[in-house]
């Protein structure tokens, strides 16, 4: 050991000595040797509590309130990184306290995730005890020991967080004379600039922070939830992009991702989003909601471009992961009808699941689908028998509104706007225009 | 995933964006016959005679790199001291798998509750390269792992 490491050890040893320990792993022998290792270090015996699942970390978390976590990252259901809400529920004020992963997951998504909570560090299984006991000494020392640069940007967050937002803007252009790559302090500069509402200013912050480091997750948040809080949804998507490829475990950013696609007509990506998502084995429903919407939304592209062969192939794809959601398969039927393709409406209304055939959404479309070889009365009948078991569908009230002109009532096709504007707001437009002389013809 | 800030590009493409490889972690299986007694260890049972080749590796729990060793975690009682192990490595995950068999020496036992002991072996017979090989996909993922993860976070390495 070099005469640095054994000072470090030595004010580790001092660090430790008070601290309360939670040592989390389903392994027994993990536990195990990672307690007598820090004991070795000088924690005391008596201060370290070993638990084998995240239940019993839990638990124990707010009347135990460890300083110090060492926690795997797969503990069985549940994650060790929730966990850390817990660790930070029961250590609010501590800025001290230390989160370590040490984990088997050395995927890029687990790695991604743990530096988006920003943990202490993350340390992969198997270690040798001289590496894992080098980088917990440094880990809690930088905690104990901060740079002139963190001690600034610390104190800069401390004026920021108290209102002092003039203080706080000074104290981070102190911090970044003190580092060569200060991203942090152009983060948190922007951040105050941002509260200001100056908007340029904050947007130029994060982008000098990104010119140092272009993988700084809090500069690439910051700025795309700066963009789209200016409605730059280019710029946005851009953004959320490099933060998806990066930091790739988050669903709700893929969702983002995907939406932001659609807004800004990016068809094609969404085509390959789906093919890679193929590929995924871990997708959850939210993924596969959005995935389908995202689809579909590209279908409808298709379809107003005439090219009607590349919608279908698209909505195919859509209905395959789309059984039991019933809103995607209607929506398709739905522009199907529209495009006057009732025969692929047909085939697309066969793949509602069982389950889902007494659904508002299966009832209204196959109402849709069906009403046009129905005589004048029965259709009005039918439309008004689902509106009555509270199928407040928007595509029943247009066919009703045209039979009821058609069969000469326009008093009742009237009624029926106001009741369909009141259910259906967002498309009023479309209700009012049924009303006009010539919709009722068709 | 090239974490290297110089050589990223902006012209992200959707297979960077959902790419199903970051899901997939580095997964260590190890099988053992302990030649000494003529047991191996599988589904947390010893297993005798034939069946000891099947021996699986759910239940052998590789934690720890030692100089020429490793310490690993067993099914109790799976040997005792001074006897000799044989053991069958397999790394999965990555680009180039690596699979391999080293014979080694029991150490040290610590019996732990739960039914389990944590021994530490020494190799007695292995192929350096291979070896070597698979300390280095630890030690080099460590190493990315650590440089995205502070690049991520926007401060220093510790």
């Not at chain 1, 660090?15 to 389903?26: E, F, R, V």
């Not at chain 1, 901060?146 to 937002?165: M, V």
């Not at chain 1, 809080?229 to 280019?234: G, N």
């Not at chain 1, 005439?306 to 039927?333: N, Q």
Request: glycine residues 6%; charged residues 25%.
């Amino acid at each position: 050991m070099t005469p640095a490491q054994d000072k470090n050890e030595a004010l580790f040893r001092k660090y430790i000595d008070p601290k309360k320990i939670m040592i989390t792993d389903p392994c027994m022998g993990m536990r195990a040797g990672l307690a007598k290792m820090l004991t070795d270090m000088g924690a005391r015996p008596g201060n370290i509590k070993l638990c084998r699942d995240y239940d019993t970390a839990d638990q124990l978390m707010p009347a135990f309130k460890p300083e110090i976590v060492l926690c795997e990252y797969d503990l069985g259901p549940r994650c060790g990184l929730d966990l850390l809400q817990a660790h930070r529920a029961a250590n609010p004020e501590s800025k001290k306290s230390l989160f370590i992963l040490i984990t088997s997951n050395s995927s890029q998504s687990a790695v991604a995730q743990a530096a988006e909570e920003d943990i202490d560090n993350y340390i992969l299984k198997p270690y040798t005890i001289d590496s894992l006991r080098t980088s917990i000494v440094r880990s809690a020392l930088m905690k104990d020991y901060p740079t002139p640069y963190q001690s600034s940007i610390d104190e800069g967050k401390t004026a920021l967080e108290s209102g002092d937002y003039d203080t706080a803007i000074a104290t981070f252009e102190k911090a970044m004379k003190l580092d060569p790559k200060p991203t942090l302090a152009c983060f948190y500069h922007g951040q105050a600039n941002l509260i200001k509402e100056l908007l340029d200013f904050a947007q130029s912050d994060y982008n000098k922070g990104l010119a140092y480091n272009r993988i700084h997750y809090k500069c690439l948040t910051g700025l795309f939830d700066l963009l789209m809080k200016r409605s730059m949804h280019e710029g946005a998507y851009d953004v959320v992009k490099r933060i998806a490829r990066y930091f790739p475990a988050n669903p709700q950013r893929l969702t983002t991702v995907l939406r932001l696609a659609v807004m800004t007509n990016s068809f094609e990506d969404i085509e390959r989003y789906y093919q890679i998502f193929t590929g995924i084995e871990t997708r959850n429903e939210e993924l596969i909601k959005y995935i389908c919407a995202a689809l579909v939304v590209c279908g409808k592209f298709y379809l107003r471009k005439e090219s009607k062969s590349r919608a279908l192939v698209l909505f195919d794809k859509a209905s395959m992961y789309a059984g039991e959601k019933p809103a995607i398969l209607r929506e398709i039927v739905i522009t199907l009808i529209a495009a006057n393709m009732q025969k692929e409406a047909s085939g697309f209304l066969k793949r509602f699941a069982s389950c889902t055939h007494e659904s508002p959404e299966f009832l209204a479309v196959r109402y849709v689908l069906q009403e046009s070889s129905m005589p004048e009365v029965e259709s009005i009948a039918e439309g008004e028998k689902l509106l009555s078991m509270g199928i407040h569908d928007a595509e029943i009230y247009k066919i009703l509104i045209k039979r009821c002109l058609q069969s000469g009532d326009p008093e009742k096709a009237q009624n029926l706007v106001r009741a369909a504007i009141a259910n259906c707001p967002n498309y009023e437009k479309d209700f009012e225009s049924a009303m006009k002389p010539d919709a009722g013809q068709g | 995933m090239d974490t290297d800030g110089e050589q990223m590009t902006d012209n992200d493409s959707p297979d960077d964006i959902i790419n199903p490889n970051d899901f997939k972690s580095i997964d260590v299986q190890v099988m053992m016959i302990n030649e000494t007694s003529h047991t191996g260890v599988m589904k947390g049972q010893r297993m005798f005679g034939e069946e000891q080749q099947k021996a699986a590796s759910a239940y052998v729990k590789f934690l720890e790199f030692i100089d020429k060793g490793m310490i690993i975690e067993v099914p109790h009682p799976s040997c005792g001291k001074g006897h000799t192990l044989c053991l069958d490595i397999q790394v999965c995950g990555i680009k180039n798998e690596i699979h391999f068999e080293v014979t080694a020496r029991v150490m040290e036992i610590e019996n732990l509750d739960e039914g389990r002991d944590r021994i530490k072996v020494t190799l007695l017979t292995y192929d350096e390269l291979f070896w070597n090989a698979f300390k280095s996909v630890f030690q080099n993922r460590q190493q990315e792992v650590t440089e995205f993860f502070f690049a991520a976070k926007g401060t220093e390495k510790p």
